[in-house]
């Protein structure tokens, strides 16, 4: 099963893509939170549509 991501604009999320995030976000295995507004470059998805990585 194919899942879509796609931002807070409706638009589809593909590789390589630049997002940034629109409140603070506690990553599973980090000691600090992701805060709003630093910009995360060049996404991509892993093995499935769950996991989204930065390069």
Same mark, same amino acid.
């Given at each position: *099963?194919?899942?879509? =991501?796609?931002?807070? /604009?409706?638009?589809?999320?593909?590789?390589?893509?630049?997002?940034?995030? $629109?409140?603070?976000?506690?990553?599973?295995? *980090?000691?600090?939170?992701?805060?709003?507004?630093? $910009?995360?470059?060049?996404?991509? =998805?892993?093995?499935? =549509? #769950?996991?989204? /990585? /930065? #390069?």
């Amino acid at each position: *099963m194919l899942i879509e =991501s796609k931002d807070n /604009s409706e638009n589809l999320l593909e590789n390589g893509d630049n997002v940034q995030p $629109i409140k603070d976000l506690k990553i599973k295995g *980090m000691p600090k939170r992701l805060k709003r507004d630093n $910009i995360i470059k060049n996404i991509g =998805s892993i093995n499935n =549509s #769950y996991e989204i /990585s /930065s #390069y």
